[in-house]
């Protein structure tokens, strides 16, 4: 009878072992991240001929500040952008969305 205790101890530690490494998302980062992507909507918008959409804006995280960052280039605003090439490197950041 002894063994029914031990083996439920270790289900319930393997279980919080598995589940503390899965990335569980909290409401307040997915608001941050529907809110970035509702800014990032609302911008400038270019067709390619072969790449289909490019945005003038986008949305990275950074986990370590816990926010959405809210870039913008000014290449593809000002129309200088080739979208051929998909190259921007001058990515600015205009607007957070901590969490």
């Known amino acids: 009878m ?3 205790p031990l083996l439920g101890t270790l289900i319930l530690s393997t279980a919080v072992a598995v ?14 991240n529907k809110a970035c992507r509702a800014w990032l909507s609302k911008g400038l918008e270019l067709w390619g ?21 809210g870039k913008e280039s000014s ?18 950041t205009i607007k957070l969305f901590p969490y």
Do not use: H, N
Request: charged share 30%; glycine share 4%.
């Open 2 to 4: 002894k063994q029914i």
């Open 19 to 32: 589940t503390s490494c899965f990335p569980w998302t909290s409401p307040e980062r997915d608001a941050a």
């Open 49 to 69: 001929p072969t790449t289909g959409p490019v945005y003038a804006r986008l949305c990275a995280e950074d986990k370590e500040a816990k926010q959405f960052l």
């Open 75 to 92: 290449a593809v605003l000002d129309g200088t952008f080739d979208l051929e090439t998909m190259e921007v490197d001058d990515w600015k």
